[in-house]
């Protein structure tokens, strides 16, 4: 599995301008947009139920320095697989049941990419009036807005998997028993492998693409 970074570099040996562009579209989208707003959610819906721990290590910005973890940001280039820098919590400084609370702050996440997938859908659907379509201009706001759609939902339905440290663990964590509890954060010191192990096999990749293309081609309305 390639990553846009190697797409890029495919791009200038072939002298394909048109996939280094969408490649570089890929890359600023994900890492730029996509990546530090689903951060920045995760941030201000932590410090709306108590826990000031991320606005402290300035984490409530839209900088994607500040979220972006360099060995996932290099994985993702190289791979199109990879990760932000995750949002500290203290759970313990959250209001009302810790785990519910977590919860929801762990769901702010793939909700800002699903409201931004909404946003660019709009967008899309009203490029006609902003843009020629057929026009070079045109044709390139399109697939940037068809492309920010498809990346956003990816990221959040990715994001909803319950593998730890993924947000869909913590849905999941939240409603399961005691003993279930204590068996995910077991399961969290091997997440990232099953991950990657999920990953390079194409499972993820299985399990992610079928619904987050037919909710992109629905939003887009294709």
């Known amino acids: ?112 990419n699903l409201l931004l997938a909404a946003l660019f859908a709009l967008l899309f659907r009203l490029t006609p009036a902003l843009a020629e379509r057929d026009s070079l201009g045109g044709g390139v706001l399109l697939f940037t807005l068809s492309v920010a759609v498809q990346l956003n939902i990816f990221l959040a339905l990715f994001n909803l998997i319950p593998i730890p440290p993924l947000d869909g663990s913590r849905l999941l964590t939240a409603l399961l028993p005691d003993q279930g509890q204590a068996w995910m954060e077991q399961l969290e010191r091997y997440g990232f492998i099953i991950l990657i192990a999920l990953s390079l096999t194409g499972v993820l990749g299985t399990l992610i693409v079928q619904p987050a293309t037919w909710l992109s081609r629905t939003l887009l309305g294709l």
């Open 1 to 112: 599995m390639n990553g846009p970074l190697i797409g890029i570099f495919n791009g200038l040996t072939r002298g394909d301008v048109v996939l280094i562009l969408s490649q570089a579209i890929v890359l600023v989208l994900l890492l730029g947009i996509a990546f530090p707003i689903h951060e920045l959610a995760h941030a201000l819906t932590a410090r709306q139920l108590g826990d000031d721990t991320s606005e402290r290590l300035g984490r409530i910005t839209l900088n994607p320095l500040a979220h972006l973890d360099p060995f996932g940001t290099l994985l993702f280039a190289l791979t199109g697989f990879g990760w932000a820098k995750p949002v500290p919590v203290n759970t313990y400084r959250l209001r009302g049941n810790p785990q519910t609370s977590f919860a929801i702050v762990a769901l702010a996440g793939p909700v800002s």
